[in-house]
């Protein structure tokens, strides 16, 4: 049975921990933001890095995939058309269709996105071991394991 001290000691931890979570994801999410508010804003990027990672796609399977709302999603692929960074193309199986797609100019972005996001990373987490990021990975896992049951 544990002792005072040690249930005061764990309920320190794991409020120290909630919070360096929580402080961490907001400041890492604040300045990858930062870096591509020049270019995209955030729900733009997630419609663009969808469909470059599997184009073509309609606007209900992004709009169930974010959870956006189907007028949001047309407001985020007009935006992300007049910027050329996708095309919208009636389906040939079926004309009522319209498939959105990523364009050379979107698949060009997205992958400069992802590499600046990969060298704030990098930098980031310069300090850690690769025996530390699997073990903080690992417990990560674990927690988000724990939160979907």
């Known amino acids: 049975m544990a002792t005072t001290l040690e249930v005061l000691n764990r309920e320190r931890l794991v409020v120290e921990t909630e919070k360096g979570l929580r402080m961490n994801y907001r400041a890492i999410k604040k300045d990858v933001r930062g870096m591509f508010n020049t270019y995209l804003t955030r729900n733009e990027f997630f419609i663009l890095k969808s469909l470059c990672m599997t184009s073509p796609q309609i606007a209900s399977a992004l709009s169930n995939e974010f959870q956006f709302s189907a007028s949001m999603i047309t407001a985020l692929a007009d935006e992300l058309t007049k910027k050329g960074l996708i095309s919208r193309e009636r389906s040939e199986m079926d004309r009522r269709v319209v498939e959105l797609r990523a364009t050379e100019d979107g698949i060009e972005l997205f992958e400069k996105l992802e590499a600046m996001k990969m060298d704030y990373l990098n930098e980031m987490f310069n300090e850690f ?7 903080f990975t690992h417990l990560l896992q674990k927690l988000d394991k724990k939160a979907k049951q």
């Open 129 to 135: 071991s690769e025996s530390e990021l699997e073990t």
